[in-house]
């Protein structure tokens, strides 16, 4: 099978190699499944440079999430079955960008019917986390005002919907004119271009100096410090990651003077932990597609030869939403523009222009 392998670490475009290799034979609990759609994500860009939490040997796959049909099963295996199309991550060293990888049997989940392959992919880690962090640590209330950084984002743009589905009037904070649309067109109620404006500000103007009752952080960094200015009180501030590369001192004086609550969340860990929680998120956030309240937001759509080079713009914060790959596509589909008029989240392709090469805020996961 064709795959992309990494042999020593650095940067996604340098050490990515595009190799025939062996299929992988699925073990115990596992299962071998034929790749629909992987997603391009921040942490692959780390797992290249070898600066991620887990390091496999190498050389290695990477690609973590993906939705694929099942087409072997190892020892003890009864569900899923071959033929299912399922969602979940990948067991390292063999990734998802391949024509095919291995799961964990018993953390497989059922792709939601309403979605396409790209826009299910897309689908699993982003809305997982942005649910455990919403509802799970957060405890967001109707009428609550929440704040999102990196709104446009893979992992911003499903705080945003989840928000809206409980809700919440949702702000978000972006980076350039072209993702203020998009994030007005995933139902932000207001939209902040952090190069324009100062976030904090437009947040104690619009709640009438009462502060965001919860934040939501993949960024770190400024996006943190900015936010302990703005927070209610008893707040919560959800600190997701440090997309930013920045992490940020605590500042626990203001937040015994503010009142307000700093939350970690490392959804890995309820995946591991708590498979029954996760499988009831999972169903709730089923419902909501069915229902139209969420649809994945798939910036962009590759062909498997275009994974280095998109993970390497991914790793620059130059994309938007999520890029998916598609090893049957014949062609990549990008640079067509952000949510054309008319156009589904999750069922479009393109990117926009509007990010900066350096610039991590957006297109975080």
């Not at 899923?80 to 024509?99: M, Q, W």
């Not at 019917?113 to 982003?126: E, G, M, R, T």
């Not at 902040?192 to 009438?208: I, K, L, N, P, S």
């Not at 708590?274 to 089923?286: C, D, G, P, Q």
Request: hydrophobic share 45%; with cysteine; aromatic share 6%.
């Amino acid at each position: 099978m064709r795959a992309w392998q990494v042999h020593e670490p650095g940067e996604p475009v340098d050490v990515l190699c595009l190799e025939n290799i062996s299929d992988p034979v699925p073990g115990p609990g596992r299962i071998l499944v034929r790749v629909l759609a992987a997603v391009v994500n921040f942490p692959d860009a780390l797992l290249c440079r070898g600066l991620y939490q887990v390091r496999p040997p190498l050389p290695f796959v990477p690609g973590l999430e993906v939705c694929g049909v099942v087409i072997g099963t190892g020892e003890g295996v009864t569900s899923p079955a071959v033929g299912d199309r399922v969602v979940g991550l990948s067991v390292l060293p063999h990734g998802a960008f391949a024509e095919r990888t291995l799961m964990d049997a018993g953390s497989a989940l059922p792709a939601p019917a309403a979605l396409d392959d790209a826009a299910a992919a897309a689908f699993y880690v982003s809305y997982q986390t942005a649910w455990f962090g919403l509802h799970r640590r957060a405890a967001l209330r109707a009428g609550e005002t929440l704040l999102v950084h990196a709104a446009a984002g893979g992992v911003g743009s499903a705080a945003v919907q989840l928000g809206k589905a409980a809700g919440a009037t949702v702000i978000g904070v972006v980076g350039g004119p072209e993702k203020v649309e998009l994030a007005r067109g995933l139902g932000a109620d207001v939209v902040v271009d952090r190069h324009r404006e100062d976030f904090a500000g437009v947040v104690e103007d619009v709640t009438a100096g009462r502060g965001a009752d919860v934040v939501y952080d993949p960024v770190g960094g400024t996006a943190y410090t900015g936010s302990t200015r703005c927070v209610a009180f008893e707040g919560r501030i959800v600190v997701v990651g440090f997309a930013s590369g920045v992490v940020p001192r605590p500042q626990l004086s203001r937040a015994l003077l503010g009142n307000y609550s700093i939350l970690g969340l490392y959804w890995g860990l309820y995946a591991r932990r708590s498979r029954a929680e996760v499988r009831r998120a999972h169903a709730e956030l089923t419902a909501l597609v069915d229902r139209g309240a969420v649809v994945p937001l798939v910036g962009e759509r590759l062909r498997l030869a275009d994974v280095a080079d998109g993970l390497q713009r991914l790793a620059d914060g130059t994309t938007a939403g999520r890029a998916v790959m598609l090893p049957d596509q014949r062609a990549a589909n990008h640079r067509t523009g952000l949510l054309p008029q008319g156009a589904e989240m999750g069922r479009v392709s393109g990117r926009g222009a509007g990010g900066r090469r350096g610039d991590p805020h957006e297109g975080v996961s």
